[in-house]
């Protein structure tokens, strides 16, 4: 089974930046599919973007494109999201997620039902 735990979470103004991390222990970080899901009160919880287990294939929800990078460094067992110019609307609690991906398929398909591992979640709160 694998660990996440998320770091890099806070208040910070409109317009402003924010890069959170997801350090990943006990299993093979290098064979997960891994993404990065928000859920703000009274919300579902949302994919916010996801990577492959190489990291050659990224998707970005159409609400962070432009704004949110993911990317992950294998060596590190390290998964990050690089946010950049934070609106009042990205509020929520985000959370690091992994998903197996054991046949090799470079898959970026994250939902909550297939993911098998979750962080504990990081505030972000983005103030007007």
């Known amino acids: 089974q694998v660990q996440l735990v998320e770091s890099g979470g806070g208040l910070v103004q409109a317009g402003g930046s924010l890069r959170l991390s997801c350090a990943a222990s006990?299993?093979?970080?290098?064979?997960?599919?891994m993404g990065w899901f928000r859920q703000a009160p009274g919300k579902e919880r949302e994919c916010v973007a996801s990577?492959?287990?190489?990291?050659?294939?990224?998707y970005h929800a159409d609400f962070v494109k432009g704004r949110f990078t993911i990317s992950r460094d294998n060596a590190k067992n390290t998964l990050y999201l690089q946010m950049n110019s934070l609106k009042p609307e990205d509020t929520a609690v985000y959370y690091c997620?992994?998903?197996?991906?054991?046949?090799?398929?470079?898959?970026?398909?994250?939902?909550?039902?297939?993911?098998?591992?979750w962080g504990q979640g990081t505030q972000v709160t983005v103030s007007s």
């Open positions: 997620a992994a998903r197996a991906d054991t046949a090799w398929t470079g898959t970026v398909y994250l939902n909550s039902y297939n993911v098998d591992t």
């Open positions: 006990g299993r093979t970080f290098a064979r997960d599919a």
């Open positions: 990577i492959s287990y190489s990291g050659s294939r990224t």
